[in-house]
């Protein structure tokens, strides 16, 4: 596959990591911030968007929910990245000489035990790929910065550590956005159906519509709520399912929630990413 995608983050971030995984024939495009990488896909700067919405250790990445269906744009794939943290430091340099590092907040206490075993002191940066570049620009030494190797690569650092990170399991689950819908697809490891919706204003109305997946056999494998424009009275869904429109069980769980919602959004219909069912 050829084109541009976008993700949000300095070049060498893990979303640009994704992008080299998911996408490898297509331009990857850096952009400052997640409505600029909606905006270049939606404008036809770029082909595609990668964007991440889950983390298996902290949970959604923040407002992303609130900007798909706002996008104008339509979920085309799934991408689960493993998040490896590489220790990186200026060619020549040795591990015993980093005494500081710099990243990501997030990934600071995902390497505590290594950065304590080293006596490494670590300070947190707006970007961990940014913070690559600004160690290969100033070249502070005793410094080094937590990142991927991606990063490494692109920023010509040396790798003085590998996985360094705690535990085994921190995983990134994206989205690869594009323009159109496309529900002519089926895959080797299943369908996911991604939509939104808002509940009428009624007695018991979420558990009335989530009765028909379960009447259904219908697997959700994600439920998120949040407000709308502040409204403490207009709250909107967000849904996973496995399965596809087409399948009779999901028409009808689809056609059950219908009933109890004031609008209904499919955001997309894409091919299971067979890391989902691992736990690798």
């Known amino acids: 596959m050829t084109g541009k995608i976008t993700f949000q983050g300095e070049p060498g971030a893990y979303s640009h990591q994704a992008c080299h995984e998911a996408r490898p024939g297509m331009e990857a495009i850096p952009c400052r911030t997640f409505e600029d990488v909606i905006a270049a896909v939606r404008e036809g700067k770029a082909d595609q968007a990668m964007l991440p919405v889950e983390n298996s250790t902290y949970g959604r990445v923040a407002d992303i929910h609130r900007l798909l269906p706002a996008s104008g744009l339509h979920i085309l794939d799934e991408a689960f990245l493993r998040v490896r943290i590489s220790l990186l430091g200026l060619p020549g340099t040795r591990l015993e000489d980093i005494t500081d590092v710099r990243a990501h907040l997030v990934l600071l206490p995902q390497s505590a035990q290594f950065l304590k075993a080293h006596g490494i002191r670590g300070h947190a940066s707006a970007d961990s790929a940014g913070a690559a570049a600004e160690l290969a620009q100033h070249k502070t030494p005793g410094e080094g910065v937590l990142a991927s190797t991606l990063a490494a690569e692109i920023y010509g650092l040396d790798i003085l ?60 494998t994600k439920l998120e709520s949040y407000m709308i424009d502040g409204s403490f009275t207009a709250t909107r869904f967000y849904a996973d399912i496995e399965g596809h429109p087409d399948d009779r069980p999901v028409q009808l769980a689809l056609e059950e929630l219908t009933y109890f919602t004031n609008n209904l959004d499919i955001l997309g219909v894409y091919p299971a990413d067979p890391r989902r069912h691992s736990s690798g």
Do not use: C, Q, S, W
């Open 161 to 220: 550590a590998r996985d360094i990170e705690d535990h085994g399991h921190n995983t990134t689950r994206f989205v690869i956005m594009g323009r159109d819908l496309d529900t002519t697809r089926r895959g080797n490891d299943g369908m996911m159906t991604t939509f939104v919706f808002e509940v009428r204003n009624i007695p018991a109305a979420l558990y009335k519509a989530m009765g028909g997946f379960a009447t259904n056999g219908v697997n959700m």
